[in-house]
Structure formats: structure tokens, C-alpha cells
């Protein structure tokens, strides 16, 4: 019988969008039984995303919903209704971990706050994810990734190098994303605590703080030395040829990164240029960073006469790390991606088959991720109120009528 | 010390840079005790890189390396040694934890793999962290954060949107996020290995590589591509369209988003109410379509403005309007200075160093307060002797033989 780690935990999520919930598709993945609750009264904006919108009101369409649901269940709940925030009080009780990333304060309004749940399920543990943290004089900011990524200091480190520029803008949601793993680590570390000890506790993750986390170099560097650092796009502070290089096909690049004097000797070697080896401006790391912008001329002469795969071929032959900069078209066809089974393929209703991405581990021979379909809005409302709650049909015909489950 | 989430858990680190530093780290910031084991030769690479103070390089004063390594206990060893290799099985012996970084054939040609370490401590959990993982092509390739970024599919979003693609290439975010965020996604499986351990009763191998914890961030565009064959181009964004960049006095401010309730905001906040009647402007689409007659309208609000300024009066009306901080301004911040963010660590020799802090506050497992990170085989005495039982004199044997 093979057992997922976190098999017999429940979650309550309240999540929306990404921070929150990419957390706890991690939980999912990892076998705890991951109950969204969710309402047609402000649907999920993923949900809302390309496909969903429009012709189809039943919120299922959306990929990059699923993305971050695979194995996960949902059940509705208009928490305007008294009965419906009752109704999530008798869910909690039976839960393990409540995760929520509302606007701080807005889960105290509807009594579902840490200190008013704890009264009914004391060994809680919830987790908390807002832009700012739960307090502080700007605890109620209005804050998306990007909003973030200005905040915390990070769009003002990310640009292309050279003259005067803005920064940046970030077609992602990297925030987001750093956020929801740092939460995902707090939730895990905060179960083991009460696997040992029986206490519960709150976590407070702040979006800003962990941005800020990632980023303690030009911190120090202020704090050190009084320097404002800007931006370095792909280039080192002490080595090169470092940098992303123009390759055949169109938009096309390839990341190359030199970093010592035996990989320049091997770079030259490998490249057929040994002119390059003995030219005074490239001699060693510091010379050539010096004349990098000449050294990046002529190592773009050579990639552009090949594709990707051939440059990094080459050069991770002569051991210099190299590889293609990669878009999501590339990563389905990656032979090291499908060679460590890092994809699902998928039958998700009502959209279809597709291949999707699981966890980036493997656990030796056991099993180290969920593969299963995302959930549909209210797929589990039998379940939930049935099942879990006990409830009756009849009972949950005229909830459903009352907009309750909703 | 107060009580960490993980106290009483051991972790052993033969590690270096970034990545597998971090992941121990993040666990001795709960409480977990963290041995890190470094090559007597110079030790860890990230001791090499700045900032330093005075830009005076120092192999104890890399502020990268004490952030990266606060809280944990060094000793050195060589593995050149089978003295070294000896103390280091002992120690593996002991722990719950290996997090290790090492290329996928290193340990194993030491006889310090994971199949030889499971001999000595099947309740062993170890954790390698490579660019690729263990298995697979890729798997002896090598990658540095520029690379992990790229391969990683990082690049094409940071770039993101530009007009001309073909002029700049994808890019790399500041600092070093493929590593740090590597670390982090490298933690939950570690923990999770701990759960399954207590299931099981038995320890095991977790394989983990950077390409597939970045990869994993873009599920989302992943999924998109396959369910409906969706490319984002580096011309286009996820994100809405009414997502931008506005000029300001002494710099830019983010803007984020037009909803309707937003857009009755933003029109009150200019006092430019004719806007509603703005055909151009009507619902969010249009709004989105006619972005480049629309930036250039608020920009007329924003550009005599400081971008504090902007910001204030935005979010004072729940606009996402956030100023383009300068980490000066971040380290000024009446919020993150309310909440405690930054710390401070009295390091040896470089005396008080502020830090970033907890990303996260636990209410009964506090974060730990930072102990500054080791000088190359500082606790040599403590660990070996206190814990392996070997006798005070030998240490200078062992150093005088190039072991420790």
C-alpha cells in the first residue's frame, strides 16, 4: 500500500488567485485532502481566466485554474449567508489546516479569524497569506505580484543594464509564487510541531517579507557599504562571458555562463576560437570582464550559427554550464523533464486531456505526488455537506435554493 | 532560544552556495540544528562573493554567505581523506538530515552515497539538490543561477512584456531568485520526506533539481499551452493589460489593474470624472485595448507627483499603486519596521549586521533569532569531540594531516 506523506490531513482553503492556493496545491500533491471553498459570489479570478470567461458561467474552464487544483476538492459557500459561515465552522472543526489569503481583517468580520476558531478546533493550525502581513499601518495595502515586486525593492534590481531604463515589467507572478513555497514549508514545519506536541498555531505570511527574503545581497550591500545597486540583467559581477546569446530560430537564446579560467579555456577549445584563449583582453576573469561587451560580440557571432541545444551540447561536453532559455513550448518536448516523469497526463472535465506539471521531486521508490484531475466549482458539495457534515438531501436542496451553497 | 517548530531535529550540510545552504538554513530558522561540513581548502564558494564590507573581500565577511549561513554550527573535513570520509559517515550516523549539493556522481565515488549511508542510518533523510536531479540526460550538465534561470523557463516571463524581442533578450531577475527559490521548493520535499518517515518508520533519498522547481512556477502557462495550445509570448502578459509602469517626479510607480469599482477610484482620485464618459475607457476590455491612450492620461496625475505620493493617495482610495522602492527605501519602510522585519546579528569581527528577517510569523514556534553563521572549522572542537567522543588531543593530529 503505498501512502503519500501527508495522507489523513485536511485543509480548509479559502484561497484565490495564486499565492494562497499555489500553496496548497503543493499539500495536495503531497496526499492532505485539500478542500476549497469557494462561491459564485466572487469566483476565483484564475477561474475567470481566458477560456471561463463569457459563454461559460460554470467556472470550469480555465487550465490555469487547474494548474494549481490538480487533486483537490471544492465545495460552495456564500459566506455573506450566516448559515453558510456556520456551515464553514462545522468544516474547520474537522480540518487540520485553514488557509486564507483574504485583505487582513476580513476573516475576523466573518468570525472565522484564528482566535475565534481555535475556540472550536484548538489544535488548529491556519495559515494566514496577505501582500503586507496581518498588521503594521499598512496591513490593509491593496497588493498584487506586481505591486509587490515594486514594494519589496525587486523591480528595481530586475532590468536590462546600460542606460537609464525602466524597469522590467514581469510578464509573471513571481511573488506569488515564492510566497506560496515559503508557506507551504511554514504549514509542514507547523504540522510536525503538532504531530510532537499537540499545539496548533497562526501563521502570518507576508508576501512583501518573503519577496524581501530572496533578495539580501543589495540589502547588505546598502547596509555595508551605502551602495544603491541597480540592474545587472543576465550579466555576473565578476565573471564572463556571462550573458544570454542570440541563437538560430526565431527568438531564440541560449544562457552561458563562464565562470573561471579553465572553463574559458574550455570555451575556446570547444568553440574552435583559440584566438580567443590568447587575446590579452580576455586573459583572465578580470579582463574580460572588462571587456565583456566586446567578448559577448564575438560569442554571439559563434550561437547564432546554431540552435540552442547544439550550443549547450557543445558546451556542457567541455563542462561550461550552458543551456537554452526556455519557453513553455520547450519545456513538453524537454527530455530531462519527461525522462524524470515531471508531467501528468491529465483528463480534466469538462476541458479534456492535457499534460500538466506534478512536483519537482522524486522520493527514491515512493510515490512523490497526486496525479489526479482538479475539481469542478461545487464539485464536492455532496461530499462535503453530505458526507462530511451530515446533512440531508433535503436540507441541502433548500441551502442550495437559499444560496447558501452557492 | 525560544522553541522552534523543529527543535530536536538534526541536519547535517555538505553544501555550498546558494541553493543548498538556504534549505538548511531555513530549517535551522525553525529550531533544527544545522552542522555544515566544509572542504578545509577555502571552504564554501559563496564565502568568495560580496558584498563585503568596505568592498574588502574576506572569507569570515561575506554578507551573502553569514545570511546564508546564520544559525548553523561548521566544522571542516576533507573527503580527500578517508579520515575526513570516516568522521563524516559517523556524523550521517547521528543526524535525520543530509542536505547536500555535491554534482549526482561525488558522493557515491567516496562511498558516501545514499545506498551507503542507509546501511548506517535507515532512518536517514537525504536531500540533494542539483541543477537537474540525479536521473536523466541532463543529469551531469552544470548550471549556475544564470543558467537555472533560463533552462528553468524564468527568462521569457522576467522580460516580459517587451516590444521588440528580437533586441533584448530574455532576462534574469536581480539577485539570485533561481537559487534562493530552488532552496525553499527543496524544503517542503525534505519535510515531507520527515512525515513519510513517520509513516514508514524509514528514511529515503529525495531527488530534487532546480530545472524542475522553476518549472514548476509556470504550471500555470504549462497547462494553458497544453489544454488549449495558449503561448505567451514575451510580447504578452499574463497579468491584465492595465498593469504598467507611470512616471513619476523621482522615479516610477506600479500601477495594477482596472476593475470598474478600481476605475471609479482612479477617476475620483485625478478628479477627472469626464473619463466615465469616455467612450475609449467604457468597460475593462476597452480599457485594456486603448492601455496606450490611457497610461499617458493618469501619467498627467502622476508626473508631478513623488512616487510616495502617487502611491499614498491611490491606496488611500484601495488602488494597487505601489512605489518603485530602491532597497533604501524598503530598509525605511514604517511597515516592515512595525512588523520587525529586519534583524540584526552580531557577527565576529564585522560586529551588528541588519538582515532581512522571518518571511513568516508563527505564533507559537517564533522564528529564531539570527546566531551569526561560522568561520571555517570554528566548532571543529564541539562537534567532534563533544559529539563524535573523539579526544581533544587528537585535533592537531587531524589538522596537522589535513583532515580537518
Not at chain 1, 484564475?46 to 467556472?59: I, N, P, V
Not at chain 1, 577549445?269 to 583582453?281: I, L, M, N
Not at chain 2, 541532463?138 to 524581442?165: C, E
Not at chain 2, 509556470?218 to 488549449?228: D, M, Q, V, W
Request: charge should be neutral; charged fraction near 20%.
Amino acid at each position: 500500500m503505498k501512502r503519500l506523506p501527508l495522507e489523513g490531513i485536511r485543509v480548509a482553503d479559502f484561497t484565490r488567485i495564486q499565492a494562497g492556493p499555489q500553496a496548497q496545491a503543493w499539500m495536495a500533491h503531497l496526499g492532505a485532502e485539500v478542500i476549497r471553498i469557494e462561491s459564485h459570489t466572487a469566483a476565483d479570478t484564475l477561474r475567470q481566466m481566458r477560456g471561463a470567461a463569457g459563454e461559460d458561467r460554470t467556472l470550469n474552464r480555465a487550465p490555469g485554474f487547474y494548474a494549481f487544483s490538480f487533486g483537490k476538492k471544492s465545495c460552495n459557500l456564500n459566506l455573506r449567508h450566516p448559515r453558510a459561515v456556520e456551515l464553514a465552522k462545522g468544516i474547520i472543526k474537522t480540518c487540520d489546516v485553514v488557509a486564507e489569503n483574504y485583505a487582513p481583517g476580513a476573516m475576523e468580520r466573518l468570525g472565522l479569524d484564528y482566535q475565534s476558531l481555535r475556540k472550536i478546533k484548538p489544535n488548529l493550525i491556519m495559515l494566514s497569506t496577505s501582500g503586507l502581513g496581518q498588521t503594521g499601518p499598512d496591513a490593509g495595502y491593496a497588493a498584487y505580484a506586481a505591486t509587490i515586486h515594486a514594494l519589496s525593492g525587486f523591480s528595481s534590481l530586475t532590468g536590462y543594464p546600460g542606460e537609464e531604463r525602466p524597469p522590467a515589467l514581469m510578464a509573471m507572478m513571481w511573488s506569488d509564487a515564492l510566497t506560496a513555497t515559503t508557506g507551504a514549508f511554514a504549514l509542514l514545519a507547523a504540522l510536525h510541531y503538532r504531530k510532537r506536541t499537540g499545539q496548533g498555531q497562526h501563521i502570518d505570511l507576508s508576501m512583501n517579507e518573503a519577496t524581501v527574503d530572496f533578495l539580501p545581497e543589495p540589502f547588505l550591500d546598502y547596509t555595508m557599504n551605502g551602495r544603491v545597486r541597480g540592474f545587472v540583467g543576465n550579466r555576473d559581477e565578476a565573471a564572463a562571458p556571462h550573458g544570454v546569446y542570440r541563437c538560430q530560430g526565431e527568438d531564440k537564446w541560449v544562457a552561458i555562463a563562464v565562470s573561471d579560467d579553465q572553463e574559458w579555456q574550455a570555451f575556446c577549445r570547444a568553440t574552435g576560437h583559440s584566438e580567443w584563449a590568447s587575446d590579452p583582453r580576455f586573459a583572465d576573469a578580470y579582463s574580460r570582464w572588462h571587456h565583456q561587451e566586446e567578448l559577448d560580440v564575438l560569442v554571439t557571432q559563434w550561437t547564432k550559427k546554431h540552435i540552442p541545444q547544439e550550443v549547450t551540447e557543445v558546451l556542457q561536453r567541455a563542462g561550461v554550464a550552458a543551456a537554452p532559455s526556455a519557453n513553455i513550448v520547450d519545456f513538453l518536448a524537454d527530455p530531462q523533464l519527461r525522462a524524470r516523469n515531471f508531467f501528468m497526463e491529465v483528463e480534466q472535465p469538462p476541458i479534456g486531456k492535457g499534460t500538466a506539471a506534478v512536483v519537482p521531486w522524486k522520493l527514491g521508490p515512493k510515490p512523490d505526488g497526486v496525479r489526479k484531475a482538479g475539481p469542478n466549482m461545487g464539485e464536492h458539495n455532496h461530499y462535503v455537506f453530505h458526507d462530511i457534515l451530515g446533512l440531508s438531501e433535503e436540507e441541502i436542496e433548500k441551502l442550495i435554493k437559499d444560496q447558501v451553497i452557492y | 532560544m525560544a522553541k522552534g517548530a523543529l527543535s530536536g531535529l538534526t541536519v547535517l550540510e555538505y553544501a555550498q552556495g546558494i541553493p543548498g545552504p538556504y534549505c538548511a538554513r531555513m530549517l535551522g530558522s525553525l529550531g533544527a540544528e544545522v552542522i555544515k561540513v566544509e572542504d578545509p581548502a577555502g571552504g564554501d564558494m559563496a564565502r568568495t562573493w560580496g558584498p563585503f564590507p568596505d568592498h574588502n573581500p574576506h572569507p569570515d565577511q561575506s554578507g551573502l554567505f553569514i545570511y546564508l549561513n546564520l544559525n548553523k554550527k561548521g566544522i571542516s573535513l576533507s573527503f580527500k581523506t578517508a579520515t575526513g570520509r570516516r568522521l563524516f559517515k559517523e556524523l550521517a550516523q547521528q543526524v535525520d538530515f543530509l542536505i547536500e549539493s555535491t554534482p549526482p556522481s561525488f558522493l557515491p565515488r567516496r562511498g558516501l552515497g545514499y545506498t551507503a549511508l542507509r546501511k548506517l542510518n535507515p532512518q536517514l533523510i537525504m536531500t540533494s539538490i542539483t541543477p537537474f536531479g540525479q536521473t536523466g540526460p541532463y543529469r551531469d550538465w552544470k548550471a549556475d543561477d544564470l543558467v537555472s534561470t533560463h533552462i528553468g523557463g524564468l527568462g521569457y516571463a522576467f522580460s516580459g512584456p517587451v516590444t521588440d524581442p528580437e533586441a533584448v533578450p530574455p532576462l534574469k531577475v536581480g539577485g539570485h531568485q533561481a537559487d534562493f527559490a530552488t532552496a525553499v521548493t527543496a524544503t517542503i520535499d525534505t519535510l515531507a520526506a520527515l512525515n513519510e518517515r513517520r509513516l514508514s518508520g524509514q528514511g529515503s533519498h529525495v531527488d530534487f533539481g532546480a530545472m524542475e522547481a522553476l518549472a514548476a512556477v509556470r504550471k500555470g502557462e504549462l497547462a494553458a499551452y497544453s489544454f488549449e495550445g495558449t503561448v505567451t509570448s514575451r510580447t504578452q502578459t499574463i497579468l491584465r493589460r492595465t498593469t504598467g509602469l507611470l512616471k513619476c517626479r523621482d522615479g516610477f510607480v506600479q500601477m495594477h489593474g482596472t476593475t470598474e469599482r478600481e476605475w471609479q477610484g482612479l477617476v475620483a482620485a485625478m478628479a477627472r470624472p469626464e473619463l466615465l464618459q469616455d467612450e475609449r475607457f467604457k468597460n475593462e476590455n476597452l480599457r485594456s485595448e486603448n492601455w496606450g491612450v490611457l497610461k499617458p492620461i493618469i501619467e498627467e496625475w502622476t508626473a508631478p507627483r513623488t512616487k510616495h505620493e502617487a502611491a499614498r493617495t491611490m491606496q488611500a482610495a484601495h488602488l494597487a499603486f505601489a512605489p518603485i522602492n530602491t532597497p533604501p527605501e524598503v530598509l525605511a519602510s514604517e511597515q516592515l519596521a512595525a512588523r520587525g522585519f529586519f534583524v540584526e546579528v552580531n557577527q565576529p569581527g564585522l560586529g551588528r549586521l541588519k538582515l532581512p528577517g522571518a518571511p513568516f510569523k508563527l505564533s507559537a514556534t517564533p522564528w529564531q533569532a539570527p546566531l551569526p553563521a561560522p568561520t571555517l572549522g570554528q566548532h571543529n572542537q564541539e562537534i567532534l569531540c563533544g559529539r563524535l567522543g573523539l579526544p581533544k588531543g587528537e585535533l592537531p593530529g587531524l589538522r596537522a594531516a589535513g583532515v580537518i
